[in-house]
């Protein structure tokens, strides 16, 4: 099959993701066409092109012209006219978004792939009205703020989506040096911000416990497991915690007393035996000690990186 060619883009809705996703593309060689009611749209665009062309440069890419790649939309419909991709990224109202997409399937061409920014809503609780040909080509790339600098772009097909559909998501974001996963449950808030969610609850829980105050609790996670995983996630850093034994030397030694902070009953032997079994296929095949040297290195380079803003310098590795 064919990989799509993807030249004109529409950003409908020209808040901070909107005006993010409209800098990336730019810089990236599409031909862009902005929508959004707010009086200053001009300004609005001309500022963040602005701002973020510097931020796009050091990531490689030319900005020599970007601001003549982009156009302002008198309205919806002549945004998406001649569009290839449109990403949307109104209020995160199911209603609001039902209406718009009956909209953006009636006006954009045929071919045109049709993705929502949405944080949290589903695009099967926006797309039932819609007949099976327009609701085949809608999903949803979730992307996190901003997307021009965070690579990640959660792919997330609804009940009707066409396997096209989620393939050419993941060649056009992967053309934006973006890293699409695709998820295949629908589930609101998603996998990201579900896991942002989670650590956010539990942070406020803490301090107004008293147990810690919110600058302390920022340090927390920004000297410990903020810098962890800017190198690995949660379960790569689990079975490198675990040693050459990996994640079920982990369990079986700590898994127990880790459980003790959760309310609700333990996962059962067999829930926890597949969990197991998961990550040793993700993770089991590769030398723990390559796998920890990279975690380091990596680890090395991002507190050198930090470094450079605050002053402080980091103990380099001997050759």
């Given at each position: 099959?064919?990989?799509?060619?993807?030249?004109?883009?529409?950003?409908?809705?020209?808040?901070?993701?909107?005006?993010s996703w409209?800098?990336?593309?730019?810089?990236?060689?599409?031909?862009?066409?902005?929508?959004?009611?707010?009086?200053?749209?001009?300004?609005?665009?001309?500022?963040?092109?602005?701002?973020?062309?510097?931020?796009?440069?050091?990531?490689?890419?030319?900005?020599?012209?970007?601001?003549?790649?982009?156009?302002?939309?008198?309205?919806v419909t002549?945004?998406?006219?001649?569009?290839?991709?449109?990403?949307?990224?109104?209020?995160?109202?199911?209603?609001?978004?039902?209406?718009?997409?009956?909209?953006?399937?009636?006006?954009?061409?045929?071919?045109?792939?049709?993705?929502?920014?949405?944080?949290?809503?589903?695009?099967?609780?926006?797309?039932?009205?819609?007949?099976?040909?327009?609701?085949?080509?809608?999903?949803?790339?979730?992307?996190?703020?901003?997307?021009?600098?965070?690579?990640?772009?959660?792919?997330?097909?609804?009940?009707?989506?066409?396997?096209?559909?989620?393939r050419a998501?993941?060649?056009?974001?992967?053309?934006?040096?973006?890293?699409?996963?695709?998820?295949?449950?629908?589930?609101?808030?998603?996998?990201?911000?579900?896991?942002?969610?989670?650590?956010?609850?539990?942070?406020?829980?803490?301090?107004?416990?008293?147990?810690?105050?919110?600058?302390?609790?920022?340090?927390?996670?920004?000297?410990?497991?903020?810098?962890?995983?800017?190198?690995?996630?949660?379960?790569?850093?689990?079975?490198?915690?675990?040693?050459?034994?990996?994640?079920?030397?982990?369990?079986?030694?700590?898994?127990?007393?880790?459980?003790?902070?959760?309310?609700?009953?333990?996962?059962?032997?067999?829930?926890?035996?597949?969990?197991?079994?998961?990550?040793?296929?993700?993770?089991?095949?590769?030398?723990?000690?390559?796998?920890?040297?990279?975690?380091?290195?990596?680890?090395?380079?991002?507190?050198?990186?930090?470094?450079?803003?605050?002053?402080?310098?980091?103990?380099?590795?001997?050759?």
């Amino acid at each position: 099959m064919m990989t799509r060619a993807f030249r004109t883009a529409a950003v409908v809705g020209a808040g901070t993701i909107g005006l993010s996703w409209t800098a990336l593309f730019a810089a990236h060689g599409l031909t862009v066409r902005v929508s959004d009611p707010r009086p200053d749209l001009d300004e609005a665009v001309t500022e963040a092109l602005t701002r973020y062309a510097p931020h796009l440069a050091a990531r490689g890419l030319d900005v020599t012209g970007l601001a003549d790649r982009v156009r302002i939309a008198a309205d919806v419909t002549e945004a998406v006219r001649d569009a290839d991709v449109v990403q949307e990224n109104g209020p995160e109202r199911a209603e609001f978004k039902r209406e718009l997409f009956a909209t953006l399937t009636r006006e954009a061409p045929a071919h045109a792939l049709l993705l929502s920014s949405s944080s949290a809503i589903p695009s099967t609780a926006f797309t039932a009205q819609l007949p099976d040909e327009a609701a085949a080509r809608v999903l949803i790339g979730h992307p996190f703020n901003p997307p021009h600098l965070l690579p990640l772009v959660e792919v997330v097909p609804g009940a009707r989506t066409g396997e096209d559909a989620v393939r050419a998501a993941v060649d056009f974001y992967t053309s934006l040096d973006r890293t699409p996963v695709v998820e295949r449950v629908e589930i609101p808030g998603f996998v990201g911000n579900r896991l942002q969610n989670a650590l956010s609850r539990e942070a406020v829980s803490l301090v107004q416990q008293g147990v810690v105050t919110p600058e302390d609790l920022d340090r927390i996670v920004t000297d410990s497991l903020g810098l962890r995983w800017a190198t690995v996630g949660p379960f790569l850093g689990a079975h490198l915690g675990g040693g050459p034994g990996g994640y079920r030397h982990l369990v079986e030694h700590i898994g127990a007393s880790m459980q003790s902070l959760t309310d609700g009953p333990a996962p059962d032997a067999d829930a926890q035996e597949r969990l197991i079994g998961a990550v040793e296929k993700a993770y089991g095949s590769a030398p723990y000690a390559e796998l920890s040297e990279t975690r380091d290195r990596r680890q090395l380079a991002v507190l050198d990186a930090l470094s450079e803003t605050t002053g402080t310098t980091t103990p380099k590795e001997e050759n």
